[in-house]
């Protein structure tokens, strides 16, 4: 969700080159600098899109300070189909912030339906024994982010399988065709998940 405001709000591109550096971002409750899941190395300037691919904090937290809103950044990420309260703090970058399955599949579908939202309904029509309709119901439709943003947001999604941190969907399970997702882990990568679709 923070790449696709980045692109979405900040007018970023998957090519915006970003500095491969430790963050450190000026809070209320004082300075906050993320670290990563794992060892990694600190060089170079990369694109946006390796930093998504390769699941970088640093990443997440410098396009969490170039928006300067946590606030902007939570409304969007409700825009986009998550209803669940966030709290409007500069960690949301790193997915702080609880969910469940039913809402990260009805975000994630406003990628696939060309930025617009539709809220998942489990009942269209309700008739009774004898044919009456008692009840049509129809699913709320939004646009949450251009149909350019999302068309990018699966690209880069893509690369998350093709040559990021869900690689192993290839290699190790050999599942062919077009993938896209995203990978996560909580603090000491005591969870992980994936998100995906084809």
Request: net charge negative; charged share 15%; aromatic share 12%.
């Amino acid at each position: 969700f923070i790449y696709t405001f980045a692109i979405d709000h900040l007018g970023l591109t998957p090519c915006t080159p970003v500095p491969n550096l430790p963050v450190s971002i000026e809070t209320p409750m004082g300075i906050w600098s993320p670290k990563e899941a794992g060892e990694v190395e600190y060089t170079g300037v990369h694109p946006l899109y390796w930093g998504l691919a390769q699941s970088r904090n640093n990443y997440s937290a410098w396009i969490m300070k170039q928006a300067k809103q946590p606030e902007a950044v939570a409304k969007f990420i409700h825009d986009m189909g998550i209803k669940s309260y966030i709290y409007p703090a500069y960690a949301l970058c790193l997915g702080a912030f609880e969910s469940n399955v039913f809402e990260l599949v009805s975000a994630y579908s406003t990628f696939v339906n060309e930025g617009v939202h539709i809220d998942p309904i489990f009942v269209t029509r309700i008739e009774d024994k004898e044919g009456n309709v008692l009840g049509v119901f129809s699913p709320l439709k939004q646009e949450a982010i251009s149909e350019s943003s999302a068309y990018l947001m699966v690209n880069l999604m893509e690369g998350v399988v093709n040559e990021g941190t869900a690689g192993r969907l290839r290699f190790r399970y050999n599942l062919e065709g077009p993938i896209a997702g995203k990978t996560g882990t909580t603090n000491d990568q005591s969870d992980g998940w994936f998100i995906g679709y084809t």
